[in-house]
């Protein structure tokens, strides 16, 4: 079994940022990917990055309306992915969920709110 612990979440005001983590730890063999989705009261689930590791590059992926305020990164050493999000917005508003994809199957972490608000 492979378990996520993420960190981070908060309350923010409109402008300001927030760093989430997630570290995984257990039954970690070869991580295929990692990333981040959120999900907002009353809407689906959404992709808002992941990353992934060939050798020692790192490749990026990114919802399109978040490109230029938010960052993904990863360390592979700890296992822990990293979500810096600046310029936030209220309608970043969300339950931020990590995940883990390995050859053996998908983990998520039990998400953490951020909330944007004045």
């Not at 760093?19 to 039954?27: E, H, N, V």
């Not at 993904?72 to 883990?100: F, G, H, W």
């Amino acid at each position: 079994q492979v378990q996520l612990v993420e960190s981070g979440g908060g309350l923010v005001q409109p402008g300001g940022s927030l760093r989430l983590s997630c570290a995984a730890s257990g039954s970690i063999f070869s991580i295929n990917a990692m990333g981040w989705y959120r999900q907002a009261p009353g809407k689906q689930r959404e992709l808002v990055a992941r990353i992934s590791s060939s050798g020692s590059t790192d490749y990026a992926d990114y919802a399109d309306s978040l490109k230029g305020r938010f960052t993904i990164s990863r360390d592979n050493d700890k296992n822990t992915v990293y979500l810096q999000m600046n310029s936030l917005k209220p309608e970043d508003t969300a339950v931020y969920y990590c995940y883990v994809l390995q050859k053996v199957g998908v983990y998520w972490g039990q998400g953490t709110q951020v909330t944007v608000s004045s």
